[in-house]
């Protein structure tokens, strides 16, 4: 795996939502993760970013229909990127682990039949909230993050699949505990490229 494309596809962290930014509610391009994560790779990887706001882990077979073109723009030896479980767990007054790491093993086994010799890479997401926290709403948040990470990583090792526990590393989030701040999106970029530049050893 040396080169070629990545599609990134994830929530309003890939899109690069802004909480503070009134009038875009989007960091500038060049700020997002995604942008300095083509900078750091150089030209040997095109870095597709398919973030939408809200996003959920998908509802399958019905989503199907969505996520075919967007297999259909990778060929061998690319990398499909999902990000995603945060929502399946903060649209709920009462998140529990097992719901989005059910979901997970469901696209997974999609993408495992669909994919064709894509590479999957299954980023668990950073926590929301902060260690410590003691408002009791974001600390249940928090912990059944914590909980659907580590349902991620057994996952991704049954599918045969890349695994990176973004929960590890230390993502700076504004002001709202949950999207990524400026300063976040650096160091995001900087550890997706360190898992990308391992996966072409």
């Known amino acids: 795996m040396k080169s070629g494309k990545i599609l990134f596809y994830g929530d309003s962290n890939t899109y690069g939502y802004d909480p503070a930014n009134w009038q875009t509610l989007r960091y500038p391009y060049e700020q997002r993760w995604t942008t300095i994560l083509a900078g750091l790779l150089g030209a040997e990887w095109q870095i597709i970013p398919e973030g939408m706001n809200g996003r959920r882990l998908p509802e399958l ?46 696209f997974l086994q999609f993408l495992t039949d669909c994919a064709g010799n894509v590479n999957i890479l299954v ?65 995001y970029a900087e550890k997706m490229a360190e898992v990308i530049r391992a996966l072409q050893k």
């Open 61 to 106: 077979p019905g989503d199907g229909r969505w996520l075919l073109p967007l297999l259909g723009r990778l060929g061998e030896g690319d990398i499909f990127a999902v990000m995603l479980g945060t929502n399946d767990l903060l649209l709920t007054p009462y998140p529990h682990a097992e719901e989005a790491i059910g979901r997970m093993r469901t």
């Open 123 to 187: 980023t668990a997401p950073p926590y929301v909230g902060r260690e410590g926290i003691t408002d009791p709403l974001y600390r249940k948040y928090r912990l059944e993050c914590i909980k659907m990470n580590d349902g991620f990583r057994g996952l991704a090792a049954q599918a045969g699949a890349h695994f990176a526990d973004a929960g590890k590393w230390d993502i700076s989030l504004s002001g709202d505990l949950v999207h990524f701040s400026e300063s976040g999106h650096r160091r």
